[in-house]
């Protein structure tokens, strides 16, 4: 997780809700490529709640996106994409070739942890009343969202334990 | 590099189609990531830009971008992407490879390009370990690695890339890691800027056949940023000396950039065909060059 050139003291409301946006969209880019991924390497299960989570961050980054037209219109923006890295977005290494279902959901819970804890370390440097309002509810958000990812992993039967390891050969050299 | 561009562009504007076919967690989509930020950032148009590979994981790269691309031959990357600048100076040349492609097959090419000083960023993608044939010993694998090639461990010093390119002179040397994207998009931003030859080591594990400690995790631990240890840029013989620590620290930044970048090959080649150029024979004349008078 890494952020770059955001000043959280002079943070305007259009500003965070744009940060916010590129938030969620950074973590359904790279939930669309783990899910491609898994289609590669023929895991359906971690591809299809890869899918899940794309619907997901799709849903909250349009809210998002609606409320900042509602109230800035197409003003432009001041934050840019090149800014944040791996905020709620899995880290790349999260990603494992022929991961189960429920290996997929425990690196989105983590990313939705890291997420929660970007914002609470965020929030102390704000002064903006409707910012931090706007990153109180965001934090709260993220909390939603792992109760949501928690509620997929107690659907898993128990066989969806096993680890990979136990039915995956060791790559083989040639 | 010589020229940028005024149109904003973004990195989605460098991503093409084609979806990367990587294992799962390779270091290598970071790496096309920090390519991308670092294209938006230049700000070339796509169709401006010829991006060269060799073979291997990491040389499927060019594909992934919307610049012209060529994967080519076992490291040869930089022969090409000589070429490719030599006819066409006006592009912006980018190779990229693994270290096996960069540093064994095509270890004797980095030489040239670089007394030469050719204006063209080499990215090398290092994994110590050739991953697509299925884990060999590579030329940066540790002594006393295992593989597939090397039953009873490697007998072999691994060749340190940094003080390689150091030795040999090149003006921008680097290292990121997908450790820290936003450091190494800014590297390979810098590379890219400087007027001549830049190399930029990344440190990308290999997740099916690298080891545990050359992984995200092990990596972070053994990470130091160079411009938090005080390093100054443009001190060379301080930059070799911190290169030698490669394989048991990973600093990160700039190693050595060249304060007085002396010409390009580029301008050394103009500079010549406008000397000589008054005295040039028409093109229909061109043979009698050849005839004795």
Known sequence: MAIRGIDYANLSLKDALDLAILIEDEAQERYEEFATQMDQHRTPEAAKFFRYMVENEAKHGRELSARRVARFGDAPSAVSRTMIYDIEAPDYDAARAFMSARKAMEAALASEVKAHGFFVAALPAIKDAEVRALFEELREEEILHQTLVKAELAKLSPDSQLSDEDFVDEPAPQ | ?293
């Open chain 2, 1 to 293: 590099m010589s020229a940028t561009g005024t149109c904003e562009y973004q990195p989605k504007d460098y991503k093409s189609d084609l979806k990367p076919i990587w294992c799962p967690g390779c270091g290598d989509f970071s790496v096309v990531q920090g390519i991308y930020r670092a294209l938006a950032a230049i700000g070339r148009p796509p169709h401006e830009i010829a991006f060269v590979s060799g073979i291997g994981c990491s040389s499927r790269i060019p594909g992934y971008t919307t610049a012209y691309g060529f994967n080519s031959v076992h490291g040869r990357a930089l022969p090409i992407a000589q070429g490719i600048k030599l006819a066409n100076p006006d592009l912006l040349v980018l190779a990229a490879g693994g270290d096996g492609d960069g540093f064994s097959i095509g270890g004797g090419h980095i030489a040239h390009l670089i007394r030469r000083n050719m204006d063209i960023t080499y990215i090398v993608m290092d994994n110590q370990i050739y991953g697509l044939t299925k884990g060999q010993l590579s030329p940066t694998s540790q002594k006393g690695r295992t593989t597939c090639t090397s039953r009873y461990g490697s007998l072999e010093e691994p060749v340190n890339p940094l003080l390689y390119v150091l030795a040999y002179g090149a003006g921008f040397v680097a290292q990121a890691s997908p450790t820290d994207l936003v450091g190494m998009a800014a590297v390979i931003e810098e590379a890219i800027r400087y007027p001549g030859f830049a190399f930029v080591n990344i440190q990308s594990p290999c997740v099916t056949y690298g080891e545990e400690e050359h992984q995200i995790k092990g990596l972070k631990a053994i990470s130091e940023s160079l411009a938090g240890l005080g390093h100054n840029p443009a001190d060379r013989l301080a930059a070799m000396d911190l290169a030698q620590h490669y394989g048991h620290k990973m600093h990160l930044g700039v190693f050595y950039r060249n304060p007085e970048p002396p010409p390009t090959y580029g301008d050394l080649v103009k500079e010549r065909q406008t000397l000589l150029s008054k005295d040039a024979l028409p093109k229909e004349r061109i043979l009698d060059l050849f005839i004795k008078k």
